[in-house]
């Protein structure tokens, strides 16, 4: 079945650290893949998405590359901010118009 | 402004009361989800609904109840059968061309005393 693994948090960085969170997914065929961000008592919103292998989402100077070899979508940004301090998910498309979520990581940015 | 709203934001009720959460889109999609978050946990599907009339379980969908009966609106019911109601409840709504991208509302944390 589909599945998504996301690496363990909470992740605690520097502003102005690099950035990454890792994400592998388990899925037949070739899925839409999707981050999307959580601020503390909110609900989600959708930060970057790719539709095919290959593709790089971006946004707010987020990126994630769509790795069909690896089965990864892994999130980097260049420079944290402490604004940046939320839950990460990771999610997939699967049949039906659905997502599969992965278990969220947290980042914490100190100043 | 478009958007979804989901009402209230928290809610308290006593075990063995059932309880209807809110949720209202003004974006004119046609697919709603209700997802339910525990602490440090990720997202797990309740129910769906594609279509007005119409709607679908998800993966935990025993103890919940759900109607369709406008687009704009799918509110959700937790029942007295759900064994650990206590938690997040998150409604999303998705436009029919977009393939998955879901759009989330504010949340509602249930808290059941």
């Known amino acids: 079945g589909n599945s998504v693994t996301q690496m363990e948090g909470p992740v605690t960085l520097s502003e102005e650290a690099f950035l990454t969170i890792n994400c592998t997914y388990t899925?037949?065929?070739?899925?839409?893949l999707f981050w999307y961000v959580q601020y503390p008592g909110e609900g989600l919103q959708l930060l970057l998405k790719?539709?095919?292998?290959?593709d790089k989402g971006s946004n707010k100077g987020f990126e994630a590359t769509y790795r069909k070899e690896t089965t990864s979508f892994h999130l980097e940004k260049g420079s944290v901010q402490v604004s940046d301090s939320a839950v990460y998910f990771c999610?997939?498309?699967?049949?039906?118009?659905?997502?599969?979520f992965g278990g969220g990581t947290r980042l914490m940015v100190k100043p | 402004d478009g958007g979804i709203t989901q009402s209230p934001k928290y809610l308290f009720r006593k075990e063995g009361q059932n309880v209807t959460l809110s949720c209202e889109q003004n974006?004119?999609?046609?697919?709603m989800y209700w997802y339910r978050q525990d602490p440090g946990q990720g997202l797990r599907l309740i129910y769906y609904?594609?279509?007005?009339?119409?709607?679908q379980k998800g993966d935990i969908a025993e103890g919940y109840s759900v109607s369709r009966e406008k687009k704009e609106s799918f509110p959700l019911t937790v029942t007295s059968a759900q064994k650990n109601p206590t938690a997040f409840y998150l409604c999303?709504?998705?436009?029919?061309?977009?393939?998955?991208?879901?759009?989330f509302g504010p949340g509602t944390r249930l808290t059941v005393l």
């Open positions: 999303a709504s998705r436009a029919r061309s977009s393939y998955n991208e879901q759009f």
């Open positions: 899925a037949t065929g070739y899925p839409s």
């Open positions: 790719a539709t095919k292998a290959d």
């Open positions: 999610a997939l498309g699967r049949r039906g118009n659905m997502l599969t």
């Open positions: 974006l004119n999609h046609d697919a």
């Open positions: 609904s594609q279509i007005v009339n119409d709607f």
